[in-house]
């Protein structure tokens, strides 16, 4: 069996409203697999486009979700954090696994009938074939772990099934070329943590997303303090008190939503927290509640907005992060031309 180093990527698009469901669900294990792992973090901007993004606010996104990168503790020196579109082993990879993976593999995504609606026809190609670069983003770089989000499972299965046909179509050139018997390793997702699925504020069954248009629907990073308890004051609820064990959070999605956000910011499981809430109405809990996210997110949206004011430094940051990512990318390209049949400048 080919042996491959374990290594973690992931991204993050640049598409606006950085929220607290980017940051519990994904950003905050980016922060602790750095102890552990060789860690690649992409601000994926060329999957930002497959909708349509304002140029100017793009680029000032990028440079938000890098700062957001760095002002939650990534280390861009002892780790690599860049942006998609300037290591173009992304794209090349992209368009050879588009003629791997099936057209049907695409149309069954989920994230693919939520976002072209109705009117299919009409989406952007590259929305449809978004999965296939995601593959290319983890595997130019055989990434063997992906923390990511509870959405994000589907892509990461779809990842894995284009790793496994590549290992099968070429198979006999995988093992003429000295691979041996698999060129992509089928990577890991790491969907772990107690937030991996954290819901909107306005509605306990839809999940917290950039792209909802109600503000209240989310808790941004850079929210300041006024914002936040504003935003979990006004946080749908039931009538009732919380309850003393967590079976009792069944069916009320609002409630567990809430103290699963209490617990991921604080550190502690949802028992715990019913341990010190239970039988206490929400107007007790949600000032509590307030005061934790007031405490943990607003030095982090501080630091945002220092290091957005010296747009320079974050250039800098990503095309150092580029060049570093490029340097282990391109080696693995060049091994799939070769796989594959292309003939390639030396
Ligand atoms: N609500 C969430 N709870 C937990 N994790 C979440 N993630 C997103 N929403 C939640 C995780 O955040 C990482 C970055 O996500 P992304 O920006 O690449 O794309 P997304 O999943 O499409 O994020 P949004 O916020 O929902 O954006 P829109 O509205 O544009 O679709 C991923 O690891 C994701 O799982």
């Known amino acids: 069996m080919t042996e491959f180093q374990p290594r973690v990527f992931s991204g993050v698009q640049p598409t606006g409203n950085l929220h607290l469901g980017n940051y519990l669900g994904a950003i ?73 993976a099936r057209i049907g593999w695409m149309n069954r995504m989920t994230q693919f009938k939520d976002k072209a609606g109705k009117d299919k026809e009409n989406a952007s190609l590259g929305l449809l074939a978004y999965p296939s670069l995601m593959a290319a983003d983890i595997l130019a770089y055989k990434a063997t772990h992906v923390p990511v989000g509870e959405d994000q499972k589907q892509h990461l299965e ?12 070429y198979a006999a050139s995988i093992a003429a070329h000295g691979y041996g018997d698999a060129y992509f390793p089928l990577t890991e997702p790491l969907i772990t943590g107690p937030a991996t699925r954290i819901m909107s504020l306005r509605d306990g069954t839809k999940k917290m997303s950039k792209s909802d248009p109600s503000d209240y629907s989310r808790i941004n990073l850079t929210d300041d303090a006024d914002a ?20 009792g959070l069944k069916g009320r999605p609002e409630a567990d939503n809430l103290v699963g ?8 499981s949802k028992q715990q927290v019913l341990d010190q809430f239970g039988g206490q109405q929400f107007s007790a809990f949600k000032p509590a509640l307030a005061d934790l996210a007031v405490q943990k997110l607003g030095p982090i949206g501080a630091e945002m907005r220092r290091l957005m004011a010296d747009p320079g ?31 390639r400048r030396n």
């Open 158 to 169: 779809l990842t894995r099934d284009i790793a496994q046909k590549f290992n099968n179509d």
């Open 28 to 100: 905050v294990n980016f922060v602790a697999l750095q102890e552990s792992h060789d860690c690649i973090y992409c601000v994926v901007d060329m999957h930002a486009i497959t909708v349509w993004q304002d140029p100017t606010e793009l680029s000032r996104q990028i440079r938000e979700v890098t700062a957001a990168f760095v002002a939650a503790g990534i280390d861009p020196v002892k780790h690599v954090v860049f942006n998609q579109s300037q290591v173009s082993a992304h794209a090349e990879l992209a368009w050879i696994f588009n003629c791997v």
């Open 228 to 247: 936040i308890a504003q935003k979990i004051r006004k946080a749908k609820t039931d009538a009732d008190a919380l309850p003393s064990e967590t079976e």
């Open 313 to 343: 430094h974050i250039d800098q940051i990503l095309a150092n992060g580029a060049l570093r990512a490029d340097a282990i990318a391109r080696p693995i390209l060049d091994g799939v031309k070769d796989v594959v049949g292309f003939i």
């Open 261 to 268: 956000i209490y617990a991921a910011l604080a550190g502690i």
